[in-house]
Structures are given as structure tokens and as C-alpha cells.
T-cell receptor, first 114, second 112 residues
Framework: SAVISQKPSRDICQRGTSLTIQCQVD?????MFWYRQQPGQSLTLIAT?????????ESGFVIDKFPISRPNLTFSTLTVSNMSPEDSSIYLC???????????FGPGTRLLVL | GQQLNQSPQSMFIQEGEDVSMNCTSS?????WLWYKQEPGEGPVLLIA?????ELTSNGRLTAQFGITRKDSFLNISASIPSDVGIYFC????????????FGGGTRLMVKP
């Protein structure tokens, strides 16, 4: 497994602003993922952020809205840009340390956009 | 997107009862994972299944990878109040690389 931390744990933001969420892992991992969990819903994959390559976005998510950085094997950031109330969600990072499909999740960042 | 049907959506049971939930799909999966999410937390991996027919236990939890590779179930025996949370199944589709598809979740409530 892996120990994953996220910052901030929660935030309240004004519409039109941007927020950058950090994900830190206690070991080197190639595969890292960003998910969104809207209130009362399941998890939806935003993008895959593997170190050494550009992030791959899922349908409905674009780089201009959710730019991702992956500068090394233990760290990634997700920015939620030009926020609107519809972006109010929990944002979660996950890692797959063994290279299998087994993913471990961080505690999440709870975002409220007013 | 791919459909992964999880049922029931919610359960309200008495402490000590056994619980069963399942996920089904029309597609074939290579991996099944079961997670538990408590309020204010991220999902925590409970059990991972990698082979059709595999039956794995983790304490009072037992999960199986369906023989058809299109379903999985999770059983909780002798439920206790701390079992409360949302349980998610997740599967890795045969042709979807490392992407996980999540079920809609089963909200479990346990009455002491």
C-alpha cells in the first residue's frame, strides 16, 4: 500500500478563482490518478497522471479546466480553474504502487464554490 | 461509459446481522476491488480480487470474483456499528488499461 496526503483538506472558494490541490505519496509511484466525487455520488476519473508523460484526460474533462502537474514520482497537483458552483466536489488522488490495477486513495479535498 | 450496477443502493440493518452486496456488469473485468468510504475520508481498499472464482476474506469481510468475470459480491458477517459507511465496488475492464470503473455505492447503516 501507500500513504497518501492531500492539501488542502477542504476549501471554500469564490467563483471565477482557481485552486491547486496537492497530492503527496510516501513512496515512488509511476501511476497516479485524479478523481472527482460529486455530493452523494460515486467516483469519476478525471485524468491519469503518469510521471514522464502528459496527463491523459477522460471524456468530459479538459486540460484547460483541470491542468495537472507530475514533476516527480511522489507528487502531483490538480488545478481546478475558473471555478463555478458546479465544481463543488471531493477531489481525490490515487496511486497504483504495484503496477497492477489496485489503487489506493488519498483522503480527498473537499471543495465548495460559492 | 461502462455500466457497473451495484446493489442495493442502501441498507439499514440491525447490529449482528450479515450483509451482502454485489456488483454486476455486461462487460468482462480483470480485477475487482471493494472499498469502504467513511464520511470525510477517502475510499479505503478492503479486498482486491484478481482471478475468476477467487474468494478472499479480510476479517468479517468476504468477497468473490464471479466465475463469469462479470460480477462480484461482498459479504459482511455479524455487522457492528463501525461498519457504517459507503461501500464501493470497482473493476478494471478487460480492455481499459489501468482505468477503474466504480459502482454507485451501497450505503450501509447499522442500528445498535
Amino acid at each position: 500500500s501507500a500513504v497518501i496526503s492531500q492539501k488542502p483538506s477542504r476549501d471554500i472558494c469564490q467563483r471565477g478563482t482557481s485552486l491547486t490541490i496537492q497530492c503527496q505519496v510516501d513512496s515512488q509511484v509511476t501511476m497516479m490518478f485524479w478523481y472527482r466525487q460529486q455530493p452523494g455520488q460515486s467516483l469519476t476519473l478525471i485524468a491519469t497522471a503518469n510521471q514522464g508523460s502528459e496527463a491523459t484526460y477522460e471524456s468530459g474533462f479538459v486540460i484547460d479546466k483541470f491542468p495537472i502537474s507530475r514533476p516527480n514520482l511522489t507528487f502531483s497537483t490538480l488545478t481546478v480553474s475558473n471555478m463555478s458552483p458546479e465544481d463543488s466536489s471531493i477531489y481525490l488522488c490515487s496511486v497504483a504502487p504495484t503496477g497492477w490495477e489496485t489503487q489506493y486513495f488519498g483522503p480527498g479535498t473537499r471543495l465548495l464554490v460559492l | 461509459g461502462q455500466q457497473l450496477n451495484q446493489s442495493p443502493q442502501s441498507m439499514f440493518i440491525q447490529e449482528g446481522e450479515d450483509v451482502s452486496m454485489n456488483c454486476t456488469s455486461s462487460s468482462i473485468f480483470n480485477t475487482w476491488l471493494w472499498y469502504k468510504q467513511e464520511p470525510g475520508e477517502g475510499p479505503v481498499l478492503l479486498i482486491a480480487l484478481y482471478k475468476a472464482g477467487e474468494l478472499t476474506s479480510n476479517g468479517r469481510l468476504t468477497a468473490q470474483f464471479g466465475i463469469t468475470r462479470k460480477d462480484s459480491f461482498l459479504n459482511i458477517s455479524a455487522s457492528i456499528p463501525s461498519d457504517v459507511g459507503i461501500y464501493f465496488c470497482a473493476g478494471q475492464l478487460e480492455k481499459a488499461g489501468n482505468m477503474l470503473t466504480f459502482g454507485g455505492g451501497t450505503r450501509l447503516m447499522v442500528k445498535p
